[in-house]
């Protein structure tokens, strides 16, 4: 990457350095180590173990001595940051409730459906049931904290068109050796690319529904569908270049590729590569199109809402399910966990199955002045937004156990790193941060959602959505509303034999898809 800016203002005297080093080693903490495992796993996994330290020790020295010191002038740290995400900082209409208008509220004894969680998908579950209105049906959601309080909430405020076609077909692939291993390489290849093409079916038609609902019941989420700029460096072309060419030849258009002079006029980065292009992602605020969800759902009288009820266990093979909350036990139909990464730890059968993984974020006013507004930003290791006065970025992070999904400990360093890799992008800036944050969410070992049926009867989940909720979420609550309400007069995205929970839980005896004579074609995008 060429330097970019004044040569001065990148020049940092040994003092500095040295004072910025010790500040960086007096902030870490236990998720800073978490996260540097993560990273040299990531980035340097293939090698020999003591090659893999000598790397990352090398790595490490840079960013101390040199990366991070660039930096340290351009972000202002003032003392506290709040860990409050910049989504939650908005009036949440939806919080404490009913208990807030109604303290004497009670939870129902039985209701047809209860959904649990109230972020993404399980807004998006009332929303559709409120949508069908079947008559002499009930819903209702319970919620540990607050609407959006949890993945939903925490993110970097984009509508993604879902992950590219490649990107799904590589990470099924590395997966299916050990799930369908009386398959050749050949047949495993095409059973990958069937996998991608069903996603980005689905994907694709989330995308549109979201768009859609936005202009039908004027959600006012500050969405623009302006798209999104991802960055690649010279030894990422290779890649990138496959990946396009997998897209053309599925059909997927989305995903393409721009020069630098086209990333610059979209984004304001100042590249020396092309870069990749998801043509129809958009921005928005995810918080209040959660709230929105509900708005519209809790109009009717057959969707209810529960907050700051936390769910301590499901049992029965139902129906009824038995679901002991803090505040008493509802039986119910059917039960579907809106869960996300938070599953593991209430459905012990999903440890492994779905693993919580830590990603974070910062946001402060100023930033740099080149950014331009509403779309989305990211480079190999961070992302970042302008929203109004304000900058967000953040980057990924590591693996955490069950019983910390949702654990809200940002490190320091990963803010730093990302504020330095975000400069040799955009050039100096001055950025003062005001809120800092983290959230978990939920990855499978395929990095493939799991949306169906747990039991092959009543209930079901929508997880595994690996960072791109709002690309799976309000298809997934469609689709599986349908199927509770036993309507087949709309489209099915999620078919059992690519999404079901038993092709991880139980791949042998899952029920896989035929395999198809290639290529296969999707439709345009």
């Not at 944050?437 to 009543?458: A, K, L, N, R």
């Amino acid at each position: 990457m060429p330097p970019h800016g004044d040569q001065a203002s990148r020049r940092v005297s040994l003092s500095m350095r040295l004072k910025t080093v010790i500040r960086i080693l007096s902030e870490l903490r236990r998720p800073d180590f978490q996260a540097a495992g993560h990273f040299m796993h990531l980035q340097w996994g293939g090698l020999w173990g003591p090659l893999r330290w000598v790397n990352f020790c090398c790595w490490a020295v840079k960013q101390l001595l040199v990366e991070i010191p660039r930096a340290a002038a351009d972000l202002q740290i003032p003392r506290p940051v709040s860990r409050t995400p910049m989504w939650l900082l908005d009036q949440n209409r939806w919080a404490n409730h009913p208990w807030q208008t109604d303290p004497g509220a009670e939870l129902p004894e039985e209701v047809d459906t209860l959904i649990i969680g109230a972020g993404f998908s399980g807004a998006a579950c009332a929303f559709h049931w409120a949508r069908r209105n079947p008559p002499g049906r009930s819903l209702a959601v319970v919620e540990m904290d607050d609407p959006a309080s949890g993945a939903s909430g925490r993110n970097e405020g984009l509508v993604v068109m879902g992950r590219y076609f490649k990107m799904v077909h590589d990470t099924v692939l590395r997966q299916l050796p050990t799930s369908r291993p009386d398959l050749d390489a050949d047949q495993r290849q095409q059973l990958a690319w069937q996998f991608a093409r069903q996603y980005c079916l689905a994907a694709y038609h989330n995308a549109d529904l979201i768009a859609e609902t936005m202009t039908a019941h004027g959600f006012d989420c500050d969405y623009v569908r302006a798209g999104w700029v991802q960055a690649r460096t010279s030894s990422e072309q290779a890649s990138l270049e496959s990946s396009i060419q997998m897209a053309e030849q599925s059909g997927f258009r989305d995903w393409t590729r721009i020069d630098p002079a086209t990333a610059l006029s979209l984004s304001g980065m100042r590249l020396d590569q092309p870069a990749g292009f998801s043509r129809q992602s958009a921005s928005w605020h995810p918080a209040k199109w959660v709230w929105s969800l509900f708005d519209v759902a809790l109009a009717s009288d057959q969707v209810h809402l529960f907050t700051r009820t936390r769910v301590e266990s499901v049992t029965g093979t139902g129906p009824p399910y038995r679901v002991l909350t803090s505040r008493g036990t509802i039986l119910a139909d059917h039960v579907l966990y809106a869960t996300e990464s938070y599953t593991p730890a209430l459905a012990h059968i999903f440890h492994d199955v779905i693993l919580p993984m830590q990603e974070q974020a910062a946001s402060g006013t100023g930033g740099p002045s080149m950014m331009k507004p509403h779309i989305g930003i990211s480079g190999s290791w961070y992302f970042a937004g302008r929203y109004g006065p304000r900058v967000l970025f953040g980057s990924g992070g590591s693996r955490l156990p069950d019983a910390q999904a949702g654990r809200n400990q940002p490190s320091r360093f990963l803010t730093r790193f990302a504020a330095a890799a975000m400069k040799e992008h955009f050039g100096p800036y001055q950025l003062e941060l005001a809120n800092e944050w983290s959230g978990t969410v939920g990855y499978t070992p395929d990095e493939f959602p799991i949306v169906g049926s747990i039991d092959d009867g009543g209930c079901f989940i929508i997880a595994g959505m690996c960072g791109s909720g709002s690309g799976v979420s309000f298809n997934a609550a469609r689709c599986l509303v349908n199927r509770i309400l036993d309507r087949s007069d709309e489209p099915d995205d999620y078919p059992a034999e690519y999404f079901a929970p038993s092709r991880l839980l139980d791949p042998a005896g899952h029920q896989w898809p035929d395999l198809e004579a290639p290529p296969v074609t999707g439709e345009p995008g």
